[in-house]
């Protein structure tokens, strides 16, 4: 009765009550999983413990769904009271809305998305997922654009521009929303564009701010660019944000400068000195009333391998030196697994979290990297065996973080490249590169790894190997329960101390997606999104080739739970 007269307090909403307010409310029910990463700090944990350690065994399939639409299917779903919002691949192609413990239809979104926009979308044409407030439902789209849509009937109540996706700039993540404010990124770091985040009003669907993440030269920080480059230095924010409540704070990751070749946008070596970029690579945290930046950790100052630093910043309190801290956590693409205090900026650690041999460490008190310089490619320097290769450590598939273990669950890579610059000139809609880059695999005889991370000790606790790269993402519960998928598609349920494989079951194509759970009618339910990724594997050579083989291409939303 408790969570029927939650649900009945959200449908009840009144347009006075703040956005955030309703969004608080849904994300402290924890039988709905309300937002991308379950709460604003992305921790993709759920204190849900029906499923358990004692009988993941008998977890069986509640329902199946097709989402009609084949390549990349990303979408982790959102569910709010008793229904279930998840968004296909293609632009979304659709957004549906399922009652979430049969999955029975209740509405079909299908927006007009232009034929020509897998040319402008780096790394295919996925869709991470919708985001909910005040009886909307919020969706970014490979257009550029942005729509809202009554939760309830689907109908679409206001589309805003975002951004030309003609340029190379398409919308793959789902927005973050606080208060009255929807904000959004969007992509487009390989195509030379100048990233941007962007605040829209709830109700209206109208801009109310924009804050590029690469200043003009007359803007604080221009002068870290050589020239005019950063009219096209990339830095686009385009996964997902995170948000502190307390000290009204919101963070997002910023992917790789533009050009890849670092003589066009620095000094082409090590030695950048004030060259490095900003603020690309890095994390922001920013005011989402203004869109002020407050302070900024630049990951990979002046970088030369697409070390994208776009990967989600994951909020907890830890206790660190007899302290508790508020801390940000984030597995950057560079592979070094960084803490710092979320209120301050400033960096606790960051350590090694895969094999990583361009940079020696990451010094906290500089707060730059100690690289090797044999490992920085640039003119007339190729550099050999780089680890890891452009894909990152971790790529956007989300970790979890649960409290209750104190590990941080990271499905990681083992990829290594080489790396040679070449001449490149910027053309509006086109890859604006200027590198070579083969793949090779990287050392001990496994290309994926899933890690369980101790974030204050800074060290790997247990693992699961995987032949290939790109697994899934995770969700971790109060049921001591980490849930992973992979390439191969086989859906796991993992003891979260342990890292004991429960349960396993093979869903006939690969796993990016992270999973969710939620409980309806006093039943638990998981569910995740299948449909390998496409358009990645041709980034990555032989190694890609065995992606592509490990799976078919699929298109489906499982939901299971225990009978």
Same mark, same amino acid.
């Given at each position: 009765?408790?969570?029927?007269?939650?649900?009945?307090?959200?449908?009840?909403? !009144?347009?006075? +009550?703040?956005?955030?307010?309703?969004?608080?409310?849904?994300?402290?029910?924890?039988?709905?999983?309300? +937002?991308?990463?379950?709460?604003?700090?992305?921790?993709?944990?759920?204190?849900?413990?029906?499923?358990?350690?004692?009988?993941?065994?008998?977890?069986?399939?509640?329902?199946?769904?097709?989402?009609?639409?084949?390549?990349?299917?990303?979408?982790?779903?959102?569910?709010?009271?008793? =229904?279930?919002?998840?968004?296909?691949?293609?632009?979304?192609?659709y957004v549906y809305a399922l009652d979430a413990a %049969?999955?029975?239809?209740?509405?079909?979104?299908?927006?007009?998305?232009?034929?020509?926009?897998?040319?402008?979308?780096?790394?295919?044409?996925?869709?991470?997922?919708?985001?909910?407030?005040?009886?909307?439902?919020?969706?970014?789209?490979?257009?550029?654009?942005?729509?809202?849509?009554?939760?309830?009937?689907?109908?679409?109540?206001?589309?805003?521009?975002? &951004?030309?996706?003609?340029?190379?700039?398409?919308?793959?993540?789902?927005?973050?929303?606080?208060?009255?404010?929807?904000?959004?990124?969007? $992509?487009?770091?390989?195509?030379? &564009?100048?990233?941007?985040?962007?605040?829209?009003?709830?109700?209206?669907?109208?801009?109310?701010?924009?804050?590029? %993440?690469?200043?003009?030269?007359?803007?604080?920080?221009?002068?870290?660019?050589?020239?005019?480059?950063?009219?096209?230095?990339?830095?686009?924010?385009?996964? #997902?944000?995170?948000?502190? /409540?307390?000290?009204?704070?919101?963070?997002?990751? =910023?992917?790789?400068?533009?050009?890849?070749?670092?003589? +066009?946008?620095?000094?082409?070596?090590?030695?950048?000195?004030?060259?490095?970029?900003?603020?690309?690579?890095s994390t922001l945290a920013l005011d989402p009333n203004?869109?002020?930046?407050?302070?900024?950790?630049?990951?990979? /100052?002046?970088?030369?391998?697409?070390?994208?630093?776009?990967?989600?910043?994951?909020?907890?309190?830890?206790?660190?030196?007899?302290?508790?801290?508020?801390?940000?956590?984030?597995?950057?693409?560079?592979?070094?697994?960084?803490?710092?205090?979320?209120?301050?900026?400033?960096?606790?650690?960051?350590?090694?979290?895969?094999?990583?041999?361009?940079?020696?460490?990451?010094?906290? %008190? =500089?707060?730059?990297?100690?690289?090797?310089?044999?490992?920085?490619?640039?003119?007339?320097?190729?550099?050999?065996?780089?680890?890891?290769?452009?894909?990152?450590?971790?790529?956007?598939?989300?970790?979890?973080?649960?409290?209750?273990?104190?590990? #941080?669950?990271?499905?990681?890579?083992? #990829?290594?490249?080489?790396?040679? &610059?070449?001449?490149?000139?910027?053309?509006?809609?086109?890859?604006?590169?200027?590198?070579?880059? /083969?793949?090779?695999?990287?050392?001990?005889?496994?290309?994926?790894?899933?890690?369980?991370?101790?974030?204050?000790?800074?060290?790997?606790?247990?693992?699961?190997?995987?032949?290939?790269?790109?697994?899934?993402? !995770?969700?971790?519960?109060?049921?001591?329960?980490?849930?992973?998928?992979?390439?191969?598609?086989?859906?796991?349920?993992?003891?979260?101390?342990?890292?004991?494989?429960?349960?396993?079951?093979?869903?006939?194509?690969?796993?990016?997606?992270?999973?969710?759970?939620?409980?309806?009618?006093?039943?638990?339910?998981?569910?995740?999104?299948?449909?390998?990724?496409?358009?990645?594997?041709?980034?990555?050579?032989?190694? $890609?080739?065995?992606?592509?083989?490990?799976?078919?291409?699929?298109?489906?939303?499982? &939901?299971?739970? #225990?009978?």
């Open positions: 009765m408790a969570s029927i007269s939650m649900i009945a307090m959200l449908a009840a909403v !009144t347009p006075g +009550v703040r956005a955030n307010d309703s969004l608080l409310k849904a994300q402290s029910d924890s039988n709905q999983w309300a +937002v991308a990463g379950h709460d604003y700090g992305n921790t993709r944990f759920s204190p849900l413990k029906q499923i358990n350690t004692e009988n993941a065994g008998k977890l069986t399939l509640a329902y199946s769904f097709s989402l009609a639409s084949l390549r990349s299917n990303e979408s982790s779903p959102i569910v709010v009271g008793n =229904t279930l919002y998840v968004s296909s691949s293609w632009g979304p192609k %049969t999955g029975q239809r209740k509405w079909t979104w299908e927006p007009e998305i232009p034929d020509d926009v897998l040319q402008y979308a780096c790394c295919d044409v996925n869709n991470r997922g919708v985001s909910y407030a005040d009886g909307k439902i919020f969706v970014g789209r490979l257009d550029g654009k942005l729509t809202a849509l009554d939760a309830a009937t689907g109908k679409s109540l206001w589309t805003a521009k975002v &951004v030309d996706y003609k340029q190379g700039s398409v919308i793959t993540s789902p927005p973050l929303v606080v208060r009255d404010k929807v904000i959004t990124g969007f $992509g487009g770091g390989e195509y030379g &564009v100048r990233g941007a985040l962007l605040a829209f009003d709830i109700n209206t669907g109208k801009q109310v701010w924009q804050t590029y %993440t690469v200043p003009s030269p007359d803007e604080p920080g221009g002068d870290t660019w050589k020239g005019d480059s950063a009219q096209h230095g990339g830095g686009a924010a385009w996964l #997902v944000g995170s948000y502190d /409540p307390k000290s009204d704070t919101v963070y997002w990751g =910023t992917s790789n400068p533009g050009p890849w070749n670092t003589a +066009v946008r620095s000094t082409g070596d090590g030695n950048f000195g004030k060259l490095t970029n900003l603020y690309t690579a203004t869109g002020k930046i407050k302070w900024h950790i630049q990951t990979t /100052p002046a970088d030369a391998w697409d070390y994208d630093g776009v990967n989600e910043a994951v909020l907890a309190d830890l206790k660190i030196g007899g302290s508790t801290v508020p801390a940000l956590m984030k597995a950057d693409r560079n592979g070094f697994f960084f803490v710092a205090n979320r209120e301050t900026g400033k960096v606790l650690s960051a350590e090694k979290y895969v094999f990583s041999n361009w940079a020696k460490k990451w010094d906290v %008190t =500089t707060m730059r990297t100690v690289e090797d310089p044999d490992k920085r490619p640039g003119p007339n320097h190729p550099a050999k065996d780089i680890c890891p290769n452009l894909i990152g450590g971790k790529n956007w598939q989300p970790m979890s973080f649960n409290p209750q273990t104190g590990l #941080v669950y990271i499905p990681s890579n083992n #990829v290594c490249m080489d790396w040679s &610059v070449s001449d490149v000139a910027y053309k509006r809609g086109v890859f604006y590169l200027g590198a070579e880059f /083969p793949t090779k695999e990287g050392p001990g005889g496994f290309l994926g790894e899933l890690v369980a991370w101790d974030p204050v000790a800074q060290k790997k606790v247990w693992s699961i190997k995987e032949d290939l790269p790109f697994n899934g993402g !995770t969700l971790t519960t109060g049921g001591g329960l980490v849930f992973a998928g992979n390439i191969h598609g086989d859906f796991r349920a993992i003891d979260a101390k342990s890292g004991k494989v429960l349960w396993s079951r093979n869903l006939g194509s690969g796993i990016g997606a992270g999973p969710v759970t939620y409980q309806v009618d006093g039943k638990q339910y998981v569910a995740i999104v299948v449909g390998r990724t496409a358009a990645l594997p041709a980034f990555l050579g032989e190694v $890609g080739k065995k992606m592509t083989a490990a799976a078919p291409e699929g298109g489906s939303l499982f &939901v299971f739970s #225990v009978q």
